[in-house]
């Protein structure tokens, strides 16, 4: 067998080892967490969207709503910042809004680490050197998300997306699983400057 293929077997049983305990253990703080997104930002609770997995291929990605669906008079949803509540930054801010992923990390759609799934119209957008960030499954926290999460550029994530492909190892997982749950006790990059949230890509030819 192919010894990449080998290690992406291991890291797959490392996911399911690490994720099904995981679930057991945070199943009453995200039930905590639906019950105070029913109060304060009403139904649904869980944010469902397609994005683009493995080699492209598109999965539904499960977050904890954050937002509202306040729109304006001509029933436009208002811009993230006017929609995107105290409560709904708390749950950014500390990474509970990622909570829901483990699930697709359980069906296989995702790893623990890998690059971000981002929004499936970039897909066209992407050089093919930006493309190759989906030769590995998209993950819940990855290398880009150690080095600064948000507050980079989109040059920056992809450079740093493209290098995990190159560069990936369980060493390097464990590595950045760790200082994963240190950027999220110090709360950093969790928006670009000036941005209630990422910026849209747009490519390099819009």
């Given amino acids: ?12 049983l490392v996911d399911l080892v690490v994720v099904i305990p995981a679930i057991f253990l945070l199943w009453p703080v995200m039930l905590l967490i639906l019950l105070l997104i029913r109060v ?38 208002l811009p993230d910042a006017e929609r995107l509540t105290p409560f709904g930054k708390f749950l950014r801010a500390a990474s509970l809004d990622e909570l829901p992923e483990l699930w697709n990390v359980l069906k296989g759609d995702m790893s623990l680490v890998g690059p971000r799934p981002l929004l499936v119209q970039y897909l066209e ?32 994530k992809f450079a740093y997306d493209i290098w995990y492909v190159d560069n990936w190892s369980l060493w390097l997982d464990i590595k950045i699983l760790f200082l994963t749950f240190v950027h999220v006790i110090k709360r950093e990059g969790i928006n670009q400057p000036g941005q209630a949230t990422m910026e849209e890509f747009r490519g390099y030819n819009l």
């Fill in 125 to 156: 957008r992407y050089t093919p050197e930006q493309m190759r960030r989906h030769e590995v499954k998209p993950g819940v926290t990855g290398w880009a998300q150690i080095n600064g999460r948000n507050a980079l550029s989109w040059e920056e």
């Fill in 40 to 77: 304060k930002l009403d139904c649904p609770t869980i944010f469902c969207q397609v994005r683009p997995g493995l080699h492209g291929k598109p999965f539904t990605m499960y977050k904890f709503r954050t937002m509202t669906d306040r729109r304006d008079e001509q029933g436009h949803l």
């Fill in 1 to 12: 067998m192919n010894p990449r293929k080998q290690l992406q077997m291991v890291k797959r």
